[in-house]
């Protein structure tokens, strides 16, 4: 069974960081594109990150430079290290495993239950 | 970068009821590059369709999707009580950072 299981959130003032952990089982997270999804607080989903299985990572222009997503193959865990945190990156984040349609292009097919960062001071 | 629209925001309908959701997007969605999912409070979304019409694992065949290019629908033939939340659709079809709708929430009537 495929489960993904998120950790690491909580409270962090802006201008600090915090280190999200999403903990696979049931299929191997570096075989597979994995993503950070976040929902702030009555709103709808934004999409933050990728890393395909061939390690290639991308970003939200609303993050780049700030985050920065990797795995560990050893402990098949997705992480999240999130910088510089703002006001605006307050948000239950959810790691979801990307269903590969065609190279560079995926679904969405199980997701976590979420974290949720809240940054404020 | 596509984006896309949703309406209508908000469907109030009836159990028993059909419901029809729009997703349209800004650009053609490559080869019908579409998915959408139900996200009921508290909880993660769940994936209903891929393809823009394959429905996904134990997904009930009253839930469909269609259309291509530009226009895109989900439809709920007829409502059951646990239907009643919020559907988001998203592409993945021209990049590798997905894009999703705004939403729709379907509430009761």
């Known amino acids: 069974e495929v489960q993904l299981v998120e950790s690491g959130g909580g409270l962090v003032q802006p201008g600090g960081s915090l280190r999200l952990s999403c903990a696979a089982s049931?299929?191997?997270?570096?075989?597979?594109?994995m993503s950070w999804v976040r929902q702030a607080p009555g709103k709808g989903l934004e999409w933050v990150s990728v890393?395909?299985?061939?390690?290639?990572?991308y970003y939200a222009d609303s993050v780049k430079g700030r985050f920065t997503i990797s795995r560990h193959n050893s402990k098949n865990t997705l992480y999240l290290q999130m910088n510089s945190l703002r006001a605006e990156d307050t948000a239950v984040y959810y790691c979801?495993?990307?269903?590969?349609?065609?190279?560079?292009?995926?679904?969405?097919?199980?997701w976590g239950q979420g974290t949720l960062v809240t940054v404020s001071s | 970068e596509i984006v896309l629209t949703q309406s209508p925001g908000t469907l109030s309908l009836s159990p028993g009821e059909r419901a029809t959701l729009s997703c349209r997007a800004s650009?053609?969605?490559?080869?019908?590059?579409l998915a959408w999912y139900q996200q009921k409070p508290g909880q993660a979304p769940r994936l209903l369709i891929y393809?823009?019409?394959s429905r996904a694992t134990g997904i009930p065949d009253r839930f469909s999707g269609s259309g291509s290019g530009t226009d895109f629908t989900l439809t709920i033939s007829r409502l059951e009580p646990e239907d009643f939340a919020v559907y988001y659709c998203?592409?993945?079809?021209?990049?590798?950072?997905?894009?999703f709708g705004q939403g729709t929430k379907v509430e009761i009537k």
């Open positions: 650009q053609s969605v490559s080869s019908s590059y």
């Open positions: 998203q592409q993945y079809g021209s990049s590798p950072r997905g894009t």
């Open positions: 393809g823009a019409s």
């Open positions: 979801a495993r990307g269903m590969i349609a065609a190279a560079g292009s995926y679904y969405f097919d199980y």
């Open positions: 890393i395909y299985s061939g390690g290639s990572t």
């Open positions: 049931g299929f191997t997270v570096s075989s597979n594109y």
